[in-house]
């Protein structure tokens, strides 16, 4: 099936601290929360290492002092439970108006993980979800973390990917609120590969599952402080 509208494209080249990230998916969804007819977005990048908290999200799952964490800690307008960001973590940010794309949040959160799981076949890895789960699997360690958040079927957050990174800032939390499942990377199956490798792999295998045509921004686009 052809894709059958645009999505712009924002692409940031060096770590992004979580609050700027976050602010720009706001301005974006302010956009088109007054003209839901305008183009769909897409944030790639990396973060500098942090935590985030979803909305509802408990601290029983840090294992250390919330009011004194050992890197910046966000609690933010997303659905899950804590998570970790670190360069050589690929993370997508789409935001989307939901009723063109299913207008279901429950599909929507399966077509995320459908684009993980395309990135990795093309890579010859044989990724899965785990029933009542939330993410993907490899070899029964957490490749991919999934959270979201939306605002009139406006979307906000998305997914991260784990390629290269680091996997010691993982042990201070309960990834995700599930214990007992292994936080894994990309680069255990396939060494060669890093966190940019893979940008625009994903950046594609998104626009094909949600049937977009990825384009850079225009002039008249720029985000306030990206």
């Known amino acids: 099936m052809a894709p059958s509208s645009d999505a712009i494209l924002f692409e940031a080249s060096r770590p992004v601290p979580f609050a700027r990230a976050w602010h720009a998916q706001r301005q974006l969804q302010r956009r088109l929360l007054q003209n839901p007819a305008g183009a769909d977005a897409l944030l790639l990048l990396e973060h500098e290492p942090c935590y985030t908290l979803g909305r509802g999200a408990s601290t029983v799952h840090l294992g250390f002092d919330p009011a004194a964490p050992p890197l910046p800690l966000h609690r933010i307008d997303r659905g ?3 998570t970790h960001h670190l360069p050589g973590q690929l ?6 108006n939901l009723q063109r794309h299913g207008g279901d949040l429950h599909l929507y959160l399966r077509q995320l993980e459908q684009v ?30 999934i959270g979201v958040g939306a605002r009139r079927w406006i979307s906000q957050h998305g997914l991260a990917l784990n390629v290269d990174c680091g996997l010691e ?8 609120g599930i214990a007992g499942r292994p936080v894994g990377r990309l680069a255990d199956w396939r060494p060669e590969l890093t966190a940019a490798d893979l940008r625009r792999p994903l950046a594609d295998c998104f626009a094909a599952r949600f049937q977009l045509r990825l384009r850079p921004p225009a002039a008249c686009e720029a985000l306030e402080g990206w």
């Open 80 to 82: 899950g439970e804590v």
């Open 91 to 96: 993370v997508l940010y789409p935001v989307l």
């Open 116 to 145: 993980v799981i395309d990135l990795l076949a093309g890579l010859d890895l044989d990724a899965t979800r785990l029933e009542g789960l939330t993410g993907v699997w490899l070899e029964g360690r957490k490749l991919a973390a």
């Open 169 to 176: 800032g993982f042990g201070a939390i309960v990834p995700c």
